[in-house]
């Protein structure tokens, strides 16, 4: 059974730094392109970063320079490092392949002081 398992996410100061975690089915990742994508309240769900199993990476223009996607093909795990992370950047955050499959159950970010 396909499965994403999303974690990390949590509050923090305007600035500040986090982590995300995705463990996902060895039958999505050995294959795919894997991304992070956000849905922020009353908004679409975005596409913000994504890896190919190269390792080749491309990030959406709103988090280019302060998000690093990258992915561990030996534990099936892709990660999201946010560095100075802005109040905008507040949204529930998932990981799936691309294109999307079925959705884990995301993680929280909220940036606020």
């Known amino acids: 059974q396909e499965q994403l398992v999303e974690s990390g996410g949590g509050l923090v100061q305007p600035g500040g730094s986090l982590r995300l975690s995705c463990a996902a089915s060895?039958?999505?990742?050995?294959?795919?392109?894997m991304g992070w994508y956000r849905q922020a309240p009353g908004k679409q769900r975005e596409l913000v970063a994504f890896?190919?199993?190269?390792?080749?990476?491309t990030y959406a223009d709103s988090v280019k320079g302060r998000f690093t996607i990258s992915r561990d093909n030996t534990k099936n795990t892709v990660y999201l490092q946010m560095n100075s992370l802005k109040p905008e950047d507040t949204a529930v955050y998932y990981c799936?392949?691309?294109?999307?499959?079925?959705w884990g159950q995301g993680t929280q970010v909220t940036v606020s002081a």
């Open positions: 890896i190919t199993v190269g390792g080749s990476t």
């Open positions: 799936n392949s691309i294109p999307s499959g079925p």
């Open positions: 060895g039958s999505i990742f050995r294959i795919n392109v």
